[in-house]
């Protein structure tokens, strides 16, 4: 049965997204004067701490702990970004979260900013979003109208400065240390880690990078309370999820439900199941780097634990139909991951490679048992040794298609 709750989708359809003051008519910006007014930056991460909300953009990081290592930090310059890349396939729910309620969006991004002391904030977006953006400058622009932000927040001392940063579409600066390298000027790749962000981040400064869908939870939680948020979805990770729903379903599209949900619940109750005619054979959670669920795991509920078999990811689910080609589907697996790995260390720029051509051999029906072997090292290889985490998303598809639909043979 459908949970009612609604954090982030409760206005969509219901606000134009151009109007600040249809926002405002719903209540928004209140977290804000709530914030400035009655709370200082501490209590406002205590609060967010009692939620339990963790990173929605697929690592699950407990979001208060992540602002407290920013927030107690003594340097004198620090900075908040907001991390709209989005660059999985198969998910869009960031790009929809602005498309809807640009302005709940911006008013996180102002809370979380000023509780970790940061005098700047960033909104790193995808660069294929050119009309997000566009509605961003818009909201932006008005929100400062407002005195929402700039100098001197509602009359207060607090000052903050926001720029919109457009990034070149690439997916490894969803990793906030390439992205980070990205707004610095450099090359997207990853840097290694420790020092963290949260102690060197950009500029070398301490530095909070947070998911969109995350930021957009904050409002509701400063607003509501921590512990009112805390008692939402699965106890391990509480909270609302945006999902995708995407492949052989009825309705598919972005829906809100509780953490905890089962990915039966998710196809059959939200989704309205497969279209008559289409037989089930398994679902992708989580994007491209999502792993592969057959019929006897339905059943499985999805949170961000680390005990949680099927990780949530992105939230993406896409639903395969037995009529589906599988080495196509494989084909755009490994083509993307090709496509993007940086190139900055070895074990993923030739994995990567080899692990496509391997795929277009197997479509073509030319794969030789040599190839079937090289393909565990390749896997093996890109699950253990690569720089970043980018090599293992790479593999995970793919090794589940091996073990569970058996695409080389028992």
């Known amino acids: 049965m459908q949970n009612s709750t609604k954090i982030i989708t409760q206005h969509w359809n219901d606000i134009n997204p151009l109007k600040i003051e249809d926002y405002l008519n719903v209540g928004g910006y209140k977290a804000l004067h709530r914030f400035v007014k009655k709370m200082s930056p501490r209590q406002a991460i205590e609060e967010i701490k009692k939620s339990g909300l963790c990173g929605r953009g697929g690592a699950g990081y407990p979001t208060g702990q992540k602002l407290e290592m920013v927030g107690v930090s003594g ?26 309620d640009p302005h709940l969006l911006i008013e996180g991004v102002i809370i979380v900013a000023l509780s970790v002391g940061a005098y700047k904030a960033y909104i790193y977006i995808n660069g294929n979003y050119k009309k997000q953006k566009d509605i961003l400058e818009i909201a932006l622009a008005q929100a400062r109208e407002k005195n929402f932000w700039g100098a001197g927040i509602l009359g207060s001392e607090y000052d903050l400065e926001i720029e ?40 070398g400064k301490p530095t909070a990078v947070n998911n969109a869908e995350t930021i957009a939870n904050i409002p509701w939680i400063i607003s509501q309370g921590g512990e009112k948020y805390a008692k939402i979805g699965a106890a391990c990770s509480p909270g609302t999820k945006l999902y995708i729903l995407g492949g052989t379903v009825k309705n598919p599209g972005v829906v809100e439900a509780p953490t905890g949900i089962t990915i039966r619940e998710l196809i059959y109750d939200f989704g309205g199941g497969l279209p008559e005619g289409k037989d089930f054979w398994f679902a992708q959670i989580g994007g491209a780097s999502g792993k592969l669920v057959v019929e006897n795991e339905l059943d499985i509920p999805l949170t961000f634990s680390r005990d949680c078999p099927i990780p949530l990811g992105s939230g993406a689910v896409l639903v395969v139909d037995k009529s589906v080609d599988i080495h196509d589907l494989i084909l755009s697996w490994t083509g993307f991951f090709r496509r993007e790995s940086c190139g900055k260390c070895v074990p993923c720029r030739e994995g990567t490679f080899r692990l496509d051509e391997i795929a277009g051999r197997l479509k073509d029906g030319k794969i030789s048992d040599r190839d079937k072997q090289a393909v565990y090292d390749i896997l093996w290889t890109l699950n253990n040794t690569t720089f970043c985490p980018l090599g293992k998303f790479a593999a995970t598809a793919f090794s589940d298609a091996i073990s569970k639909l058996k695409i080389l043979g028992d």
């Open 75 to 100: 340097a004198t310059e620090k900075y908040f970004i907001c991390n709209l890349d989005e660059s999985e396939p198969g998910t869009y729910k960031d790009r929809m979260l602005v498309d809807y």
């Open 164 to 203: 919109i940063f457009s990034g070149a579409g690439a997916y490894i600066c969803g990793e906030e240390t390439a992205l980070i390298n990205s707004i610095e000027g450099n090359r997207g790749e990853p840097k290694l880690r420790p020092p963290y962000p949260t102690d060197a981040g950009l500029f």
